[in-house]
């Protein structure tokens, strides 16, 4: 099993924008679900925001209404678009690929199991 792919980080401004992509080998029945984690330094890593293969998202109170996270199936590809960017959002960003809810109906980043990450993408963001 491949593990994902991150690409699109970068060093912005405050306020600025990102747009972060993760190569998947797509779907599978015990692969539900993707999900984009950052890690800062010093910090743990927190969940920032999944989707399902059926296209139901979910976010962090941290980033809702910024970060957008969408799908492309055909490209077997997730992007994480990072409006808004704050100091704070500087961490590295991890994609990885795993099993929520089967009928998608709990938050992935809280109660779903992830098996495969990626390398990861630095995102650094000055005032």
């Known amino acids: 099993q491949a593990q994902p792919v991150e690409s699109g980080g970068g060093s912005v401004q405050a306020g600025g924008s990102l747009r972060l992509s993760c190569a998947t080998s797509g779907y599978a029945y015990s692969r539900n679900s993707i999900g984009w984690f950052r890690q800062a330094p010093g910090k743990e890593r927190e969940g920032v925001a999944a989707i399902y293969s059926n296209g139901r998202t979910f976010y962090s109170d941290s980033v809702k209404g910024r970060f957008t996270i969408s799908q492309d199936n055909a490209k077997k590809t997730v992007y994480l678009q990072l409006d808004g960017l704050k100091p704070e959002d500087t961490a590295m960003y991890y994609c990885?690929?795993?099993?929520?809810?089967?009928?998608?109906?709990?938050?992935?980043?809280?109660?779903?199991?992830?098996?495969?990450w990626g390398q990861g993408t630095q995102v650094t963001v000055s005032s």
């Open positions: 990885s690929h795993g099993m929520g809810a089967k009928d998608f109906s709990s938050d992935p980043l809280l109660y779903g199991s992830w098996f495969h």
